[in-house]
């Protein structure tokens, strides 16, 4: 269906929003075969769902073209975040507007007095989050017996998040003949029951292989040593200079965290947490959308809903759950045919698990070292050049002020003292441990090297040791930089470390104390000179490996919090047998030892 055949007032708002054709899933949605039916749609993120089902709900909203004079709601809007309500009651406000339509928005964290007022006053159209909803009807406040279509928005979610108690008690107080459209990104089993429960003879619209949602997004991974993720997140974000980027952490520890350290660093960044009050949300997002702020540091729900029109970058600071979390993630950006860059930060050891993820979403991805400092001066020069040899119009103020300079001045060094005035403005760019590139470091024979002292890890190929995050474990353990290690060689069972002569003293000291959470039973002492000598050693004097404990470590894997669910254990351990009803655990008979 085209712009024309809508409702004229429907259709003159659409047309002043610059909308010239309506994307598949909107097509979709108010096509002959859906009209009067319960829906079940599935979307990708940024398909322009919320005007989708806007425009499905007009029958029941408008009557002739015009706003029905019903005291009690016609439609229900519910969302699982009060950032995602808001943005709907936005995007349904411009939609309507233009016919009169009253919308009251019913979240967590507002006025609930305020929003009682504003239910008495007669709203064609309630949106809300399905805790304050039940609250309001709880209370009598919300009417829902004249309700002729409900709207649950990305219902998924909303059962991810333990919602379906609130879902179940809201649709339980609307009529039997109410329409149900029930949009959601994935279709896992709870939601096929719940289409059950509460649709009729539903049509089911698919449009995820022809939306473009994620179409204008292009997907970048950098694999980075774990203490470096913050400081790629500095380099990634000069290297792009969004216009405006968002940083998804797992836990609103990581986003107080990485909030300090961008603002300490010089940018300009807001935070949005389940920690923050509505109040402090909202002025947030305005700091984003007047461009007072460019960075936005978030947790995954504090995220949901937030429609940023000039987002144009998305780094994954931790890792997402699954596919799905990383498609809504992503989503936030390259939305409306613009595009946009969504960037995975994987530290090595997690590279397999997102390789999985990715094939899971069906995403090509570039796999890209982490930029230099090198890189972004290269790049900050580029962006320079563009913007000084850009044609402007300048005034004769501007004109008197630059003949002046050049009194005093010559030319060069006007242009450079320009360059340095716009460089300073700029945080500068972090330097990494470990550039990504992976290299084994095999050779000891390096500059500097000849005198190295050699120090023993009881770690080794078995316990799949790897120079990629041996050496970040070794410059946080020693307390010594990258420049400091000499060759790295890994046996089956331990691994020997050549540390410069004039760092060992100091890297002997440190690495006597106990390790972090995460290391801290990688045993490391000095070794009795280079690996074959030590070897030769130890099976002199009969010793073989006993500084190897019996029981070796598990494979390193990494700080804690940086799960799949962030919550702040370790991922993939082993687990053993389950215990039994009494705790104890029970060795299957029969079964022969793997």
């Avoid at 016919?99 to 809300?128: F, Y």
């Avoid at 709207?151 to 107080?173: K, P």
């Avoid at 949005?272 to 959308?289: I, P, T, V």
């Avoid at 990258?482 to 540390?499: M, Q, S």
Wanted: net charge positive; proline share 6%; glycine share 8%.
């Amino acid at each position: 269906m085209t712009i024309e055949k809508l409702p004229a007032l429907l259709g003159e708002a659409l047309t002043a929003r610059g909308y010239t054709t309506l994307t598949p899933v909107q097509s979709a949605v108010i096509a002959e075969e859906a009209v009067g039916r319960d829906l079940v749609v599935s979307a990708q993120t940024g398909s322009g769902k919320t005007v989708a089902f806007g425009l499905a709900m007009a029958p029941e909203i408008l009557d002739g073209g015009l706003v029905s004079l019903a005291r009690d709601p016609a439609a229900l809007i519910i969302a699982p975040t009060r950032e995602l309500a808001l943005q709907v009651s936005r995007e349904l406000m411009w939609l309507y507007g233009k016919a009169g339509v009253r919308i009251a928005t019913c979240v967590g964290g507002m006025d609930a007095s305020k929003e009682r007022r504003n239910l008495q006053t007669g709203p064609q159209i309630v949106v809300g989050t399905p805790g304050r909803l039940r609250d309001h009807l709880e209370r009598g406040a919300l009417n829902l017996s004249a309700l002729k279509v409900a709207v649950l928005d990305e219902a998924d979610e909303m059962l991810d998040m333990g919602f379906r108690e609130e879902l179940e008690d809201i649709l339980n107080a609307t009529p039997e003949g109410r329409r149900t459209l029930l949009f959601s990104a994935t279709m896992p089993k709870p939601i096929v029951a719940l289409a059950k429960r509460y649709q009729h003879d539903a049509l089911r619209i698919s449009t995820v292989g022809e939306d473009r949602g994620h179409g204008d997004i292009s997907y970048q991974v950098v694999t980075v040593a774990p203490p470096d993720i913050e400081n790629a997140v500095v380099n990634l974000l000069r290297l792009h200079e969004a216009d405006t980027a968002i940083l998804f952490c797992a836990t609103r520890e990581s986003v107080r965290h990485l909030y300090s350290k961008l603002t300490n660093r010089g940018f300009n960044a807001v935070a949005l947490s389940g920690e923050h009050s509505q109040s402090e949300r909202n002025q947030a997002l305005q700091a984003l959308r007047d461009r007072r702020a460019r960075v936005c540091v978030a947790t995954d729900v504090a995220a949901r809903g937030i429609d940023l029109p000039n987002l144009s970058l998305v780094i994954h600071v931790e890792l997402p759950r699954d596919a799905e979390g990383l498609q809504h993630r992503s989503g936030r950006t390259g939305r409306a045919g613009k595009k946009g860059t969504a960037v995975l930060v994987v530290p090595y050891q997690r590279r397999k698990r997102v390789e999985s993820m990715l094939r899971g979403a069906r995403i090509e991805a570039e796999w890209i070292k982490v930029p230099t400092a090198e890189d972004i001066r290269a790049k900050d020069h580029e962006r320079l050049l563009e913007m000084l040899l850009t044609p402007v119009e300048a005034e004769e103020e501007d004109r008197a002020l630059g003949a002046r300079l050049l009194e005093t001045m010559s030319a060069e060094d006007v242009a450079a003292a320009l360059v340095r005035a716009h460089r300073a403005k700029m945080p500068a760019p972090e330097e990494l441990l470990d550039n990504g590139s992976g290299e084994r470091m095999q050779d000891d024979r390096r500059a500097g090297f000849d005198d190295s002292v050699w120090f023993k890890l009881n770690i080794g190929r078995r316990n799949n040791a790897d120079p990629k995050w041996l050496l970040p474990l070794l410059c946080r353990r020693g307390g010594v930089t990258k420049n400091d290690i000499g060759a790295i060689r890994i046996a089956a069972d331990e691994t020997y470390v050549g540390i410069a002569a004039a760092a060992a003293r100091h890297f002997a000291k440190a690495v006597a104390q106990r390790g972090h959470d995460e290391d801290n039973d990688v045993e490391i002492i000095e070794a009795e000179g280079p690996p074959r000598q030590a070897a030769r050693e130890n099976k002199r004097k009969g010793r073989g490996n006993e500084s190897t404990p019996r029981h070796s470590p598990r494979p390193f894997q990494g700080p804690r919090g940086d799960g799949p669910a962030g919550d702040g254990k370790r991922p993939f351990r082993k687990a053993g047998p389950p215990p039994s009803k009494h705790g104890v655990k029970h060795k299957a008979k029969g079964n022969r030892p793997r």
